[in-house]
């Protein structure tokens, strides 16, 4: 048993006892985890209010041998997600952000630089950035970053590039696009405008991450959102809880 530390997000609290929580964390080092934090809710407990959800903490935990729960020892608040109190969509934005996490990775595997990607969504969230396009950005960089990216340049099927013209075939079991000639036969097929792939293909891109996500044409954001809530509810094997509201989102 060993203390280790690492920035965090806090992705989800269950209450465990009258005073204590089960924290799930979204670790920089070492992916997300499962701690009990003992005393969490005393009124003037030992992690005071920094184990909030979407909060950037600074924790120290001791790390269990397997199947049981890491003991978290602390937790210092580096950002608390203020987004919340003030527009209901972005905090609604975050439970997504937190929910992609949490069903998109396993405890104990390591992704620094989803890590990172999570962070600056939700401080994009909790400043002014467009909340559509920067969760579209989030998914897609989550997807890319996880190997789950859906193939947008070439078919699925045989490898050759499909041009971005007319109603493209995307599959969605198959994972991408599909010409014409491999289409026929395959199931869970949805067509795509060619703005939506192209779209799609730009929110792919490495970019600098410095770069803000610009506000895409309505009619473009909405097929991706359908298209990228279709995938990803294929993916996990069931909708993310978050999808209905997302649906809403203008
Ligand atoms: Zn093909």
Do not use: W
């Not at 289409?183 to 799609?200: D, E, N, T, Y």
Request: hydrophobic share 40%.
């Amino acid at each position: 048993m060993s203390a280790e530390k690492s920035l965090a997000i806090v992705v989800r609290t269950i209450e465990f006892s009258e005073t204590s929580v089960v924290a799930t964390l979204f670790t920089e080092k070492f992916g997300k985890i499962s701690a009990l934090a003992k005393g969490a809710r005393r009124p003037k407990g030992p992690f005071e209010s920094a184990l909030d959800l979407l909060a950037v903490v600074r924790i120290v935990f001791l790390h269990k041998s397997s199947g049981a729960l890491d003991l978290l020892t602390e937790a210092k608040l580096e950002r608390r997600f203020r987004a919340a109190a003030r527009d209901l969509s972005r905090l609604y934005a975050g439970y997504y952000v937190a929910e992609l996490l949490t069903e998109l990775t396993d405890e104990g595997d390591p992704h620094a630089d989803l890590f990172s990607a999570a962070d600056r969504t939700l401080a994009r969230l909790d400043a002014d950035a467009p909340v559509a396009p920067t969760l579209l950005d989030f998914e897609l960089t989550a997807l890319r970053l996880l190997g789950h990216l859906p193939s947008l340049h070439d078919c699925v099927g045989c490898g050759n590039p499909v041009e971005a013209a007319g109603r493209i075939a995307f599959g969605l079991i198959v994972g991408g696009v599909l010409c014409p000639s491999c289409r026929p036969g395959q199931r869970q097929v949805v067509s795509i405008s060619a703005p939506a792939l192209v779209a799609m293909r730009k929110l792919t891109k490495e970019t600098d991450e410095n770069t803000e996500p610009t506000e895409l044409e309505p009619k473009v954001r909405g097929e991706l959102r359908g298209i990228l809530s279709s995938y990803l509810a294929h993916l996990l094997g069931h909708k993310p809880r978050m999808h209905d509201y997302l649906r809403t989102l203008r």
